[in-house]
């Protein structure tokens, strides 16, 4: 098989992991070829809108797995094609030349066995450090099972590694990647997070000391295969914050590619706006120091379709507003519907010098739209409705479009 | 009095000179576009480097390195007010000192932040949309951005592409950026190279036009998102989408 075809191939098993961004590191070129910028860069955009920032492609897609969502699982089939690491690295330096990438995000089945398949993911790596002098973005996928010595050297020429959990749940794992359990995926897990660490003071004390996966791990997880409900999700997340320092946890909203009887149909459309909506949760988590069970709880484990999970806490918590914008603290700010972290730090800064009047809020980024109803302004209420809960909810609702007719 | 420049930040800073120490600009304008009238005179500002380096110290004493940047951003717009916003925001910078870095919503404020925002953003959108061709000799890129971005480029792919000879070229204003492998100049001419066919080349091109198209979700088919990302202007200019057809 060509180069095309194989790209063709390793391309498509790889497009349904969503965590591609090369954020969260500036590294400069030392003589070689290569830097990354921290804010990350998008090169272009596919057909479905979504950004393009790394060559995300499958070492190989043959895979001894069979976990049901997943189209490399070993029962489908499928064209197979394995790439040898110094194609890889090719690709990667060439493309890179070219500026069409801002590195690599590279993913793979499991041939033969975990460990054979994490070797061949360090030989990429190792080409791409030490024989081109590649200093730009790499993220590497950790295949669980392999031993921690691998995982280790690695992880010493990686930006960023992952490990996909992918079911929120044991139960929902058990069922749809039985030969995956959670102690397994979270040993690496942890390894990686206990290394970042001891490594962090080390190079406190030895500044040569080689950087471990600078840029952090993050993690992805399946939206939609399982039951699972937004409150598991967002408390699993919440979890892997604060129990392994993840940089990110992505959601991917499921693209039906297999039939089983625990998979929902094939022609289920992938739940978009839910993973959205998780999306916005996970930046109220990140950002606005929230707790998983102020956005979610037991009574209403699912998050609001209709509103943002920001505005659905305000009109449960109506009590706590309206807010006056000239007093709120920095907290306080970040908690008002249409307030966003750039819009607090404005209004902070600028009442140092002087009152802020209803009239300003708008051009220093305040959405007064949804904001009105949840602030006053030098002691003035703005909402035109008095402030409570039902009639709140029933103003912003979003009004149904009207739906066009099809004439064809 | 109307205050006519060449058309250089330089220029500009010393018509800014002149408006302070002797007499007041009502207005500042490139020469090459200035449209005569009878009722306001007008004067040309030869730009002198000196007098603008005493301009910009200014500023960064007296008021800040984030406002030179600011005002910096926006001489590189399109926007055809620019030197008038920059005049009217540097006075108030001059009476507030740093202070002006605060009031974001001031009208004099107000519209440096939104055009300078415009600038940095096209600037940090071609650091991604920008496509080099091998040439064979050495790298070779083409844009045609709405605003005079092309230098804020230049220190990225210098340090990105150390080690390799490669031009970016502005078609729209003829300028190039050209990097002899460690340091780049700005040139105020650029022919469009002459790129041989090499097979090296266009199979790379298809490699990635063929990933390009492979990578996006049938299911999640969004094109006015698509759109929005990578707008038509930009794509006669993009690989990606000369090969796929999706111009
Ligand atoms: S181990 Fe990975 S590649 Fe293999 S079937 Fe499971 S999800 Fe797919």
Redesign the pocket.
């Known amino acids: 098989m060509g180069t095309l075809e194989k790209l063709a191939v390793l391309a498509d098993g790889a497009k349904y992991d969503v965590s591609c961004a090369s954020s969260g590191v500036n590294k400069h070129n030392q003589g070689g070829i290569g830097n990354s910028k921290s804010f990350g860069i998008c090169h272009t955009w596919s057909a479905d809108g979504r950004c393009v920032s790394l060559l995300k492609i499958l070492l190989t897609?043959y895979?001894?797995?069979?976990?049901n969502?997943?189209?490399?699982?070993?029962q489908n089939d499928i064209p197979r094609a394995s790439f040898t690491p110094r194609e890889v690295a090719d690709l990667t330096i060439q493309f890179y030349r070219r500026n069409y990438i801002e590195g690599l995000f590279l993913s793979?089945?499991?041939e033969r066995s975990p460990n054979h398949t994490m070797e061949r993911i360090y030989q990429v790596l190792d080409i791409l450090r030490h024989e081109y002098h590649f200093y730009g973005y790499i993220h590497v996928k950790v295949i669980p099972g392999a031993d921690p010595a691998l995982v280790n050297k690695t992880g010493l020429l990686a930006d960023r590694m992952s490990i996909?959990i992918?079911q929120p749940t044991e139960q929902s794992l058990k069922l749809l990647?039985p030969?995956?359990t959670l102690p397994v995926l979270f040993a690496p897990m942890n390894q990686i997070h206990h290394q970042m660490t001891q490594n962090a003071s080390e190079r406190k004390i030895f500044r040569h000391v080689q950087k471990f996966v600078p840029a952090g791990q993050s993690t992805q997880m399946i939206v939609g295969a399982s039951k699972d409900s937004d409150l598991s999700i967002i408390k699993a997340t919440e979890t892997l914050y604060n129990r392994f320092q993840l940089k990110r946890v992505y959601y991917s909203a499921y693209v039906p590619v297999n039939e089983g009887p625990n998979l929902p149909a094939l022609s289920t459309s992938p739940p978009l706006l839910r993973e959205h909506r998780l999306y916005q949760a996970d930046w109220l988590l990140r950002f606005y120091s929230f707790k998983a069970d102020e956005i979610v709880n037991e009574q209403s484990p699912f998050l609001d379709t209709d509103f943002d999970p920001k505005i659905s806490w305000a009109l449960r918590n109506m009590q706590l507003f309206p807010l006056e914008i000239n007093q709120a603290s920095y907290e306080e700010l970040l908690r008002i519907p249409g307030v966003g972290v750039t819009s607090a730090q404005r209004i902070i800064r600028q009442r140092r010098l002087g009152n802020i009047s209803y009239n300003h809020l708008k051009k220093m980024g305040v959405v007064l739209k949804r904001a009105k109803y949840f602030i006053t302004c030098q002691g003035c209420y703005y909402g035109g409705i008095p402030a409570e809960s039902a009639l709140v909810r029933q103003a912003l609702t979003p009004v149904a479009k009207p739906v066009q007719l099809c004439l064809f | 009095m109307d205050y006519l420049y060449d058309g250089s930040f330089d220029g500009l800073l010393t018509s800014i000179y002149y408006s302070y120490y002797e007499q007041k600009a009502h207005g500042i304008y490139p020469e090459a576009s200035y449209q005569f009238n009878m009722f306001t005179p007008s004067t040309v500002i030869q730009s002198d480097p000196v007098l603008a380096a005493r301009v910009y110290d200014a500023i960064d004493r007296k008021i800040s390195v984030y406002s030179l940047m600011q005002i910096y951003y926006v001489y590189l717009s399109n926007n055809p007010a620019k030197e008038n916003l920059i005049l009217k925001y540097l006075q108030l910078g001059f009476q507030l000192g740093p202070k002006i870095d605060s009031i974001h919503s001031h009208p004099e404020v107000l519209p440096i932040r939104q055009t300078a925002k415009k600038v940095s953003f096209e600037a940090e959108r071609f650091l991604g949309l920008l496509r080099f061709t091998d040439t064979g000799s050495y790298l070779y890129a083409v844009l045609e951005p709405d605003h005079n971005i092309l230098i804020l480029l230049a220190d990225h792919f210098a340090d990105r592409l150390a080690g390799e000879r490669f031009i970016i070229h502005d078609k729209k204003r003829n300028l190039a950026i050209i990097c002899n492998k460690k340091e780049w100049y700005l040139s105020d001419s650029s022919e469009e190279a002459a790129i041989p066919d090499s097979e090296t080349e266009q199979f790379y091109q298809e490699l990635w036009a063929k990933y390009f198209t492979r990578i996006s979700i049938e299911n999640r088919k969004n094109k006015k998102l698509q759109s929005h990302f990578v707008p038509q202007r930009y794509r006669h200019n993009l690989v990606e989408f000369r090969k796929s057809e999706l111009l």
Do not use: D, L, W
Request: charged share 15%; hydrophobic share 20%; glycine share 4%.
């Open positions: 897609n895979c001894i797995y069979n976990c969502y997943c189209v490399n699982r070993n793979s089945g499991i996909n992918e990647a030969q995956k």
